[in-house]
């Protein structure tokens, strides 16, 4: 069974950093497209950025870059999303999501069970 | 950056019911469109792919059609689970992806 397992919640103070976790299992995670989904508070799904962790070639979506980092393990099947100066406005939800094929795939899925951080003061 | 725009918004409807939520992309993305199903409290699920491809697991009553701008996504008989909310996304300018705004399905 293909599955993305996301580390747990996190409550964070402003100004702080913070790395996430999304495990791969169940298939070759080397060879497969991941993606990152933010998802504020009761809004819609954006997407921040997707890596490809055979050789870790990452891209961006506008909004999110320079804002946060993406990287992956290949050796322990682990992608992350990361923040080296956190801000109430990254509150949310996020999601982590496996491409459905090797090459420019066309949907994501299966999805990690997502990964709520809180940013307060 | 190519938009995805959703409508309706939301829509009430009863179990039996037949749907459709309807998604324009701002440039043509030819078959480059995926569906996804999010619950409360949970991550989405992908329903559609290619346009018109019904991932494996999904009930015959979700389809999706379309290309270029314009796309559907029909429920034929709405069941009470398929209340939730539905997102389209553009894969068309891989690996920059959008997302629409999403359509919430009601009870009426």
């Known amino acids: 069974e293909v599955q993305l397992v996301q580390s747990g919640a996190e409550v964070k103070k402003p100004g702080e950093s913070l790395k996430i976790s999304c495990k791969g299992s169940g298939y070759s995670f080397t060879n497969y497209w991941i993606g990152w989904v933010r998802q504020m508070p009761g809004k819609g799904l954006e997407w921040m950025g997707i890596?490809?962790?055979?050789?870790?070639?990452?891209r961006y979506s506008p909004s999110f870059q320079g804002q946060v980092t993406i990287s992956a393990d290949k050796s322990i099947s682990t992608a992350y999303l990361q923040w080296s100066s956190l801000k109430a406005s990254d509150t949310a939800m996020y999601y982590c999501a496996v491409g459905i094929t090797i090459f420019s795939p066309t949907g994501f899925d299966p999805w990690g069970q997502g990964t709520l951080v809180t940013v307060s003061s | 950056d190519i938009q995805m725009t959703q409508s309706p918004s939301s829509v009430s409807a009863s179990v039996g019911d037949r749907v459709t939520i309807t998604c324009r992309a701002s440039q043509g993305i030819s078959s480059w469109l995926a569906w996804y199903q999010q619950k409360p409290g949970k991550a989405p699920k992908l329903l559609i792919y290619a346009a018109s491809s019904l991932q494996s697991g999904v009930p015959s009553r979700f389809s999706g059609s379309g290309s270029g701008t314009d796309f559907t996504l029909t429920i034929s008989s709405l069941q009470p689970e398929d209340f939730a909310t539905y997102y389209c996304q553009q894969a068309n300018s891989f690996p920059l992806l959008t997302f629409g705004g999403g359509t919430k399905v009601e009870i009426k």
């Open positions: 890596i490809y962790p055979d050789d870790s070639d990452t």
